[in-house]
């Protein structure tokens, strides 16, 4: 009924688009790096954390296997199918994390949003208790039925 009433004159154009596809590719290096730390805390290698250039640099030898990739002084270093494990687990969870964060902000910002519409404590401040007391019958029919044989 909403959308009939209200159209939005903004063209969708590349920048929405790109800016996920840019989000995606920086929380996929972010979920690798995250998999390794743990992979190597679980091992008993500490939380390691590669600098900040070296973030994108140690990604193919990450993907190959290579717990230690970009990493200096790294001891028991995790085996490659811990670090596959880890990959998995963490790429499942936050894609898990995000999805339900992604179908809240459309729910709560997308086209579908509810427009308009008052939240509880503003219609109590606007109309008052009694007030909406009174035309309850008017306001929610379904919960409230009017009188039969009274008058409106």
Not at 113 to 128: D, I, K, N
């Amino acid at each position: 009924m909403q959308r009939e009433r209200v159209e939005d004159q903004y063209p969708w154009t590349w920048e929405i688009p790109t800016a996920v596809v840019c989000a995606i590719i920086a929380s996929g290096i972010v979920v690798c790096q995250l998999s390794r730390s743990f992979a190597n805390w679980f091992a008993g290698a500490g939380w390691r954390w590669p600098p900040a250039g070296d973030l994108v640099k140690s990604l193919p030898g990450l993907l190959a296997g290579d717990a230690a990739a970009g990493l200096s002084g790294v001891h028991p270093v995790a085996s490659p199918e811990t670090l596959w494990v880890w990959l998995g687990v963490t790429g499942i969870l936050t894609t898990m994390l995000l999805t339900v964060t992604g179908v809240w902000a459309w729910h709560r910002w997308g086209p579908a949003r509810m427009r308009g519409m008052a939240t509880v404590a503003e219609a109590h401040e606007l109309l008052g208790e009694d007030r909406l007391w009174k035309v309850r019958h008017v306001v929610r029919p379904d919960l409230f039925p009017a009188r039969r044989g009274g008058t409106r």
